[in-house]
């Protein structure tokens, strides 16, 4: 890809990021067009519909928290509960690249997205494993419970100042951490499976609604 094609390409998809989570994926693309400084017809040469670059949001979001599941599995060799946190706290630190159905983003059904997802859960299970066999983990903890809370410290309070929900969000990943440790004397209702939760956020269709001009 030439220069100039990579370029608009990566300013459509940071203007698209930047839109949706502003305003929902049925934001006009000729707004996202602006927002990146291209017309349209070069959006549309990159992206020929709307559930394209809906994909492509997404399976950037999921590559970026694959990256840092994969850093956490390496980490985790060492010290597993601090490869937990650091883990939450990239993610967490990321939410803002982030459009992603559990965290109220759109769904898609983009093999990509399968696949990363897939990776991830991989990778948080092999950092849980070392948790494991060096009984700093309890056992009962599963990649959904990982994924499921960094969702939820990714979706702060509403109508908080910033500082007041960084400060609980760091409050809520040590609340979480601390319950990590093994305790026999407190059982966990079993969770979703991690296909289960796949199947359910990405089966559906990405949200589009038709432009002025009918192309997406």
Request: glycine letters at 6%.
């Amino acid at each position: 890809m030439r220069t100039d094609a990579a370029r608009n390409r990566a300013q459509i998809l940071s203007a698209a990021r930047s839109a949706f989570l502003e305003a929902g994926t049925a934001v006009p693309l000729e707004e996202i067009a602006r927002r990146a400084g291209v017309n349209i017809a070069t959006l549309y040469r990159r992206f020929p519909n709307r559930e394209a670059l809906i994909a492509q949001v997404v399976v950037d979001g999921f590559g970026i928290v694959l990256d840092a599941a994969r850093a956490a599995a390496t980490s985790a060799r060492t010290d597993p509960p601090a490869a937990v946190q650091a883990f939450l706290q990239s993610v967490v630190d990321s939410r803002d690249m982030l459009v992603l159905p559990l965290i109220g983003g759109p769904q898609t059904d983009a093999p990509e997205a399968r696949e990363l997802q897939r990776d991830i859960a991989a990778a948080l299970e092999d950092v849980l494993e070392q948790g494991r066999r060096h009984t700093m983990i309890r056992a009962d903890v599963t990649a959904v419970d990982l994924i499921t809370t960094a969702a939820l410290l990714c979706r702060p309070l509403p109508h908080l100042p910033p500082q007041q929900a960084a400060a609980l969000t760091a409050r809520h990943l040590g609340v979480f951490l601390d319950g990590l440790r093994p305790d026999p004397s407190i059982t966990l209702p079993p969770p979703p499976s991690h296909q289960e939760m796949a199947d359910h956020l990405l089966a559906g269709p990405a949200e589009s609604t038709p432009s002025r001009n009918g192309r997406d």
